[in-house]
Antibody, heavy 124, light 113 residues
Framework: QVQLVQSGAEMKKPGASVKVSCKAS????????LHWVRQTPGQGLEWMGI????????SYAQTFQGRVTMTRDTSTSTVYMELSSLRSEDTAVYYC?????????????????WGQGTLVTVSS | DIVMTQSPDSLTVSLGERATINCKSS????????????LAWYQQKPGQPPKLLIY???TRESGVPDRFSGSGSGTDFTLTISSLQAEDVAVYYC?????????FGQGTKVEIK
């Protein structure tokens, strides 16, 4: 069965960076794009970006440009999301999510499997 | 970015009764020529990630009970739970994927009366 298993909760100080991992199993890793979505009490669910699990190319939401880096390791079927220059507003649950294959081309996508979430707390 | 607005913010319904959640987009999210509506619905229970229920506004994801149905086009969409069950207590989100960034509604909390 498809599983996305994320790394554990993190506590960081303002200005620091955090790197969250997401290990995929139960499907061919390189056949699906993976995304990162965060959930905050204030902003709700926010899409952060996408990584091509095969080629490694990325595209980030404007909000996070310059602060986020997504990478992947095909040998371990793992994707990573690093967010830098953390501030208190980045306190959130961060999810990786698999892009569902759709039968019609769309600019965006929907997410059929999600990781369990990683709580990142930013506090001095 | 396309703004998605849900109503109501919360809903209390008796077991077995109908629950209706509305979602409005700031821009049309339909391709008229293809009759496609780029709208999905998710269910999120406490401590869990969102679960995909419906996409293309009305196509149920595999395994989703048929008491969940979606409708609408253009800018106005609806999720209906025909007969509310105890396990349906959750927050429901709509999401557009017509444009990037895909964006979500603020959520509607469904509780039992």
């Amino acid at each position: 069965q498809v599983q996305l298993v994320q790394s554990g909760a993190e506590m960081k100080k303002p200005g620091a960076s955090v790197k969250v991992s997401c290990k995929a199993s139960g499907y061919t890793f390189t056949s699906y794009y993976l995304h990162w979505v965060r959930q905050t009490p204030g902003q709700g669910l926010e899409w952060m970006g996408i990584i091509n699990s095969s080629g490694g190319s990325t595209s980030y939401a404007q909000t996070f440009q310059g602060r986020v880096t997504m990478t992947r390791d095909t040998s371990t079927s793992t994707v990573y999301m690093e967010l830098s220059s953390l501030r208190s507003e980045d306190t959130a649950v961060y999810y990786c999510a698999r892009e569902k294959g759709l039968d019609f081309a769309a600019a965006g996508t929907v997410f059929d499997f999600w990781g369990q979430g990683t709580l990142v707390t930013v506090s001095s | 970015d396309i703004v998605m607005t849900q109503s109501p913010d919360s809903l209390t319904v008796s077991l077995g009764e109908r629950a209706t959640i509305n979602c409005k987009s700031s821009h049309s999210i339909s391709y008229r020529s293809s009759n496609r509506n780029f709208l999905a619905w998710y269910q999120q229970k406490p401590g869990q990630p969102p679960k995909l229920l419906i996409y293309w506004a009305s196509t149920r994801e595999s395994g989703v009970p048929d008491r969940f149905s979606g409708s609408g086009s253009g800018t106005d969409f609806t999720l209906t739970i025909s007969s509310l069950q105890a396990e349906d207590v959750a927050v429901y989100y709509c999401q557009q994927y017509y444009n990037t960034p895909q964006t979500f509604g603020q959520g509607t909390k469904v509780e039992i009366k």
